[in-house]
């Protein structure tokens, strides 16, 4: 059985944003879901999220099954550069990114910066993954778009979609997001 696996933003928690309505959703296409409640989510380190993760799915596989938001695809990427030789079947990241401007203050600019300089394997993610999808929107006020998307497509070989108007995608439903999972679920 094809298992996803939901990684919040930054200070985002399981019942936030668009993570129930998406679980209900692909629930209900019988596929089994879990939104990780992801530790210390108002300052996320990320060695924390790696481990939580790794501990949280047990045995990933080729029907093991990704969706980010935000930080959250940082640390998917971070927990697939550790493996050698495991293969999942696709990740979906969502308001991804590897460089951010308008952080809110200098304690923002703090919890991000290693997330920010820690330097990305990415050839052992790419090996991890036979696809990645990032969904970015042109008024995030992260900024950064032409940039992440450039660096997405270059270094992970994803393929990028740009919505108008999503923001950082914190909103109740975005139909566009279970519509890649579901596609990527065929």
């Not at 079947?89 to 200098?106: I, T």
């Amino acid at each position: 059985m094809k298992t996803i696996y939901i990684i919040h933003r930054w200070d985002g928690t399981p019942d936030s944003d668009w993570y129930p309505w998406l679980k209900e959703a692909l629930a209900a296409q019988g596929f089994e879901v879990n939104v990780l409640d992801m530790p210390n989510a108002e300052t996320p380190v990320m060695g924390e999220w790696v481990d939580y993760i790794n501990e949280a799915v047990p045995s990933p596989d080729e029907d093991t099954y990704f969706v980010g938001h935000s930080i959250g695809c940082q640390a998917i990427m971070r927990y697939l550069e550790t493996f050698d030789s495991v293969k999942i079947g696709k990740a979906l990241f969502v308001a991804g990114w590897f460089n951010l401007k308008n952080l809110e203050n200098e304690d923002a600019e703090k919890i991000a910066e290693p997330w920010l300089k820690t330097p990305i394997d990415f050839g052992k993610v790419k090996n991890a993954a036979e696809y990645f999808k990032v969904i970015i929107s042109d008024d995030d006020p992260y900024d950064c778009l032409d940039e992440n998307a450039r660096i997405f497509k270059e270094k992970l070989g994803a393929s990028v979609s740009i919505e108008k108007g999503a923001g950082h995608f914190m909103g109740d439903e975005y139909p566009i997001i279970l519509a890649e999972i579901s596609d990527m679920l065929k």
